[in-house]
């Protein structure tokens, strides 16, 4: 079946840093999605990508999916402390009702 | 606009139980869907509804059900609880393209 492979898993970066992290796809899908998710909540989209080679921020988030849809990325500049969570990256294919293929996650922690 | 609400937040059952999660989507949406989260298999979709009907299905045993209402509000069922179905359980709603809102979800714990 489809699958997303996150990486990495985890990060440790300092406050006022860049960060990046990617997905990557056995598969093409039609719309990529970021969420993060803070402890004890459900996950909260950040940002949706729905073309090939698209590029698009969500204010300090830019993300990007590259034109053969089978990978994305999300980038966090100037990296502050309510950034930490855990990202994960999305997938849809187009035809699945409700069905996301989600990523492993990539946890970030920030420290002050 | 309120966002899902789903109920309980937290509950505790043992094994062999059955226990009923809800979800309200947000108003107007019409798809709700749910996803099973836990540490090793991460975030598992489990079924959506349209307008009172299944449209698609994940890969769970029968022990997990689940229906729509026509005020669009959701319930999923697991019978006869295993240890394995300790998890948080996601609902989403969406208008109709698969951009998802989740809730805060139902934290099951399987004794």
């Known amino acids: 079946g489809q699958q997303l492979n996150q990486s990495p898993q985890s990060m440790f970066i300092q406050e006022g840093e860049d960060v990046s992290m990617n997905c990557t796809s056995s598969?093409?899908?039609?719309?990529w999605l970021w969420y993060k998710q803070d402890p004890g909540e459900g996950p909260v989209l950040l940002i949706a990508l729905y073309k090939a080679g698209e590029l698009t921020s969500n204010g300090r988030l830019p993300a990007h999916c590259i034109i053969t849809r089978k990978d994305s990325f999300l980038n966090i500049s100037a990296s502050i402390p309510s950034d930490v969570g855990i990202y994960f990256c999305?997938?849809?294919?187009?035809?699945?009702?409700?069905?996301?293929?989600f990523g492993q996650g990539t946890i970030l922690t920030v420290h002050p | 606009k309120a966002g899902v609400t789903q109920t309980p937040r937290y509950l505790i059952k043992t094994r062999g139980q059955q226990v009923t999660l809800s979800c309200s989507p947000i108003?107007?949406?019409?798809?709700v869907s749910w996803y099973q989260q836990t540490p090793g298999q991460g975030l598992q979709f489990l079924f959506e509804?349209?307008?009172?009907?299944?449209?698609n299905k994940g890969n769970f045993p029968g022990r997990f059900s689940g229906r729509q209402f026509s005020n669009s509000r959701s319930e999923m069922n697991v019978s006869t609880l295993e240890l394995g179905d300790s998890a948080l359980y996601l609902c989403?709603?969406?208008?109709?393209?698969?951009?998802?809102?989740f809730g805060a979800g139902s934290r099951l714990t399987v004794l």
């Open positions: 989403a709603s969406t208008q109709g393209a698969n951009v998802l809102t």
């Open positions: 509804y349209f307008s009172e009907t299944q449209r």
């Open positions: 999305a997938g849809e294919a187009g035809t699945s009702y409700g069905k996301l293929t």
């Open positions: 108003s107007g949406h019409r798809s």
């Open positions: 598969s093409i899908f039609n719309t």
